[in-house]
């Protein structure tokens, strides 16, 4: 079992609906919980940070977590075709760190 | 703010050689961290480093892969000798080493894209 699961994708939406993607994690003692945006041939982009259950929103970005389900989410609002991207899921749990394989966005114009 | 800096940028080489790469760390950051990723995955954790110590190195292929960070600034990752299963990018990314939230959001670097042929 990998420690962070995303689905690879890709994921089509049209632009300006709501994209959802979604990661899951094994490590019950996992702190901190991160999205990163990836566009090829670049580096991973920090986006959004969440450390407590709920919801964190930040511009057209939201984070959701759920401790209970080991589950974190990412939604992006009014999807641009610049969001079109690889999305990363990182997990920190005791000074671990691990990455998700990333979800591939794609928002058509 | 300068951000992470890593050179070379790109890097071909013939198996069995070997290569170094370097990064340096935005300032104030005490964690360095250095990531694999193959083409298509998830970037994969090689070494962490807490000012000089090493925090965590359990998936360093310590047969070929080195690591040192010796003034608690900037570092080196090395492979000697180099096999083709490490044609990867090498990602550096650091952070603030602090116990509060927001102090383990790391920041990549442009990333040491190697091919070994």
């Known amino acids: 079992q990998k420690e962070v699961e995303q689905n690879s994708g890709p994921l089509s939406v049209p632009e300006g609906a709501i994209a959802s993607l979604n990661c899951t994690y094994s490590?019950?003692?996992?702190?901190?919980f991160f999205w990163y945006r990836q566009y090829s041939g670049k580096s991973p982009e920090l986006i959004m940070s969440i450390y407590s259950n709920g919801d964190k929103e930040d511009g057209r970005f939201t984070a959701q977590l759920n401790k209970a389900s080991q589950y974190v989410s990412l939604l992006i609002r009014d999807s641009q075709p610049s969001d079109s991207a690889t999305y990363l899921c990182?997990?920190?749990?005791?000074?671990?760190?691990?990455f998700g394989s990333g979800t591939k966005l794609n928002v058509k114009p | 703010e300068a951000g992470v800096a890593q050179s070379p940028r790109y890097k071909i080489i013939e198996k069995r050689q070997s290569v170094a790469f370097w990064c340096n760390p935005i300032?104030?950051?005490?964690?360095l961290y250095w990531y694999q990723q193959i083409l298509g995955q998830g970037p994969k954790l090689l070494i962490q480093?807490?000012?000089?110590?090493?925090?965590?190195d359990s998936q360093l292929p310590k047969d070929r892969f080195s690591a040192e960070r010796l003034k608690g600034v900037d570092s080196t990752l090395k492979i000697q000798p180099a096999k083709l299963e490490d044609s990867a990018v090498y990602l550096c990314?650091?952070?603030?080493?602090?116990?509060?939230?927001?102090?383990?959001?790391?920041?990549f670097g442009p990333g040491t894209r190697l091919t070994v042929t």
């Open positions: 480093f807490q000012n000089n110590g090493v925090v965590d």
């Open positions: 300032s104030g950051h005490a964690t």
């Open positions: 490590d019950r003692g996992s702190q901190s």
């Open positions: 990314a650091s952070s603030l080493a602090g116990g509060g939230p927001g102090d383990s959001e790391q920041y």
């Open positions: 990182a997990v920190n749990g005791f000074n671990k760190f691990y």
